[in-house]
């Protein structure tokens, strides 16, 4: 290509250069289909990147930590939920990855299982329902590991939580899908569409 064929840089406070620059022109940040590509931004997909798992281990900590102080299953299950929603935003699905699935339904299902179960165990006991055991599990010279039983309510609680927040993605990104095909767009790789979705 010659110097004369070359395309003009354009100028250098113009609006539309910049946001030319900030648009990721590849599928290089997210795993899984970007709901509408008009919409991405690399500052955007590199924040949700780096924040994504550091969210989700906080969640984590939340739910753990709601035994003795402020969390729970439930406030760990929101933080956990923001996580997704962020890389929702961002232009990623609601997967992990491309190694294994999530299913909201199962999850929701799982949760409310496990929440009743935990729930209703002490009643074969003869305890009142809600009941908690609280198990010491030592390590020797290490320490020692205090776990409740009512932790498994939280745990119910926390998946019941994610399931329905990725169950709200999951119906934005096909309303999201429908709005990029009637634009134009090719729905293939949209969720919702005639791809993975």
Known sequence: MTASQEKPAPPAGDAESWARMDRPSGRWMLTGTCPDSRERTLVLEA???????????????????GHYGPGGGFSGGLVAGLAFVLRHIAGGDDNL????????????GTGLIVAVLTALAPVAWGDPVLASVKWTITFGPFGYLDIVSSLLLDVGVYLLIIGVVLDLLRSLGSGIARDAREAGEDGEDL???GGRG
Request: aromatic share 12%; hydrophobic share 60%.
């Open 47 to 65: 924040a949700a990147r780096l924040l994504f798992p550091v969210v989700l281990v906080f969640s984590v900590f939340l739910l753990l930590e």
């Open 191 to 193: 969720p919702g569409g």
């Open 97 to 108: 990855g491309s190694r294994f699935r999530i299913r909201p339904p199962v999850l929701v």
